[in-house]
């Protein structure tokens, strides 16, 4: 009897030691492995993952039981699932916007930017050690064991949670319903200036948000404009911020449409209460130009609908003469179409709005490629010694005013008022240089031309 007692014991322990390796298994790769690559990122910054993380684990106990191939592709599948809402966060898209987004992805060139390299070397680690891993067995079964897996997944969500509490609001910004709206060309009075006496230029700028706690960066962001001299004698200047929610599309329809939203429904239909659309009809042409090129999110199809009479991209910016500027999105030298709009509205036989999105500033800014980034302590040391990334940015915003400056202080220079606007905050991925921005507001500068029939002054 006592021999058979023993047996039996020992039958208990091995089976409790193989149900304990079955879950260490489990562990490893559905709470390890599936959120090793996001939690390093922890303390560098990056958007919320709680769910992700509790999707991961309970599908890893679905399928723990099935065939290799099927526990594979399931974790293929979620790590995806992962990194795509990853991506969608730090760029402030949702996953249908995402998914839309990447039919365009051969237009791009992740493979400037190193990056996009390493991410993509990472995940493909990543995939190489679960297939290795997905071959051993994690089909536990006893019930203290699945309440255990249970409570590491919730305790790592949680974890996740946590970390990321100084960043809510830096992520996933759709506009709710009810949100209030906001806009530089409405707020700032631009738009009301159409009286047929004056061109209108507005600058969309790639990327650019507002300061926030850097009296560096607010000293520098507008600096080329409002510290010229010869800008002021001939402008006066009204600043301001404006709400933002998602990525660069939405900004445009914000300040175009005036109103929050997207411009799918565009790519069907016509909006006559676009901005462009509203100038027309009181007798103004209009020219809608992008540094990059014209199938990208098919601005080639709604620019005309929202009233856009002539458009202009990146190839026809080289033809007309300017450079090549490499990095993820290569296309035109932002910094040399200044140059290009001050001909078109010098050749204007009627008033003009000229819309003119940018492009250099899309991050990652990457050094070299033409951008002119790689010294950007002439912007600013501290900058260069603090926020190096934000040094590279603040180069290209640099460049793009001083050449505009150049162009609008010209002898010859016709009558305008130039409003410049960003479209979104930096979606930087590290905290470190996301958090000296606002996460909710975009700045804006409007340069009023001043003139004699004007008597009232703008506050400056």
């Not at 999707?55 to 290799?68: C, E, I, N, T, W």
């Not at 010098?346 to 999105?357: E, N």
């Not at 930087?428 to 004699?452: A, I």
Request: charged letters at 20%; proline letters at 5%.
């Amino acid at each position: 009897m006592t021999a058979l007692t023993a047996n039996f014991g020992q039958l208990a322990v091995w089976r409790l030691d193989d149900e304990a390796k079955k879950f260490a298994n489990w562990l490893l790769i559905w709470v390890v492995l599936a959120n090793i690559g996001f939690v390093a990122m922890w303390f560098s910054g990056a958007p919320p993952r709680h769910m992700d993380i509790i999707y991961a684990g309970l599908l890893g106990l679905v399928v723990k039981r099935m065939p290799f191939l099927v526990r594979y592709f399931a974790f293929a599948g979620i790590l995806t699932f992962s990194t795509l809402k990853f991506v969608g966060g730090l760029f402030n898209l949702d996953m249908s916007s995402l998914l839309y987004s990447l039919q365009f992805f051969a237009e791009i060139k992740p493979g400037n930017s190193i990056d996009y390299i390493a991410g993509a070397f990472a995940i493909l680690i990543v995939l190489v050690v679960a297939w290795k891993l997905l071959r051993r067995d994690s089909n536990f079964a006893r019930p203290l064991l699945i309440i255990g897996a249970a409570a590491a997944v919730v305790s790592l969500a949680a974890v996740d949670l946590w970390m990321g509490k100084d960043m809510r609001g830096h992520y996933f910004r759709a506009a709710p319903a009810g949100a209030l709206f906001g806009s530089a060309t409405g707020d700032s009075g631009f738009a009301a200036r159409a009286d047929g006496k004056r061109h209108l230029v507005l600058i969309v700028v790639e990327a650019m948000g507002v300061p926030r706690n850097n009296p560096e960066m607010s000293k520098l962001l507008f600096a080329p404009l409002v510290d010229n001299s010869a800008v002021k004698a001939r402008y006066d200047f009204r600043r301001g911020t404006a709400p933002y929610y998602n990525s660069t599309t939405a900004g445009e329809i914000r300040e175009l449409c005036g109103r929050w939203g997207d411009y799918y429904d565009l790519l069907k239909r016509k909006d006559p209460s676009c901005l462009p659309a509203v100038l027309g009809k009181k007798g103004y042409d209009s020219l809608a130009m992008h540094s990059f090129t014209a199938s990208f999110f098919k601005r080639e199809d709604w620019y005309p609908n929202i009233g856009f009479a002539k458009r202009e991209f990146g190839t026809d910016m080289m033809k007309a003469g300017a450079e090549k500027c490499g990095g993820v999105f290569p296309g035109a030298c932002d910094r040399q179409i200044p140059k290009q709009i001050a001909a078109k509205l010098k050749a204007a036989d009627k008033p003009t709005f000229l819309y003119w999105l940018t492009l250099n500033a899309h991050l990652p800014v990457p050094s070299g490629l033409n951008l002119n980034v790689d010294n950007c302590e002439r912007v600013s040391a501290l900058l260069k010694a603090e926020f190096p990334q934000i040094c590279r940015q603040f180069a290209i915003y640099h460049d793009i005013q001083v050449a505009l400056a150049d162009e609008i202080t010209a002898a010859d220079f016709p009558d305008a008022d130039i409003l410049l606007v960003g479209d979104h905050m930096p979606p930087y991925f590290d905290r470190h240089h996301r958090t000296q921005f606002d996460p909710g507001q975009v700045p804006w500068l409007y340069l009023r031309r001043k003139d004699q029939a004007d008597k009232d002054i703008m506050p400056r």
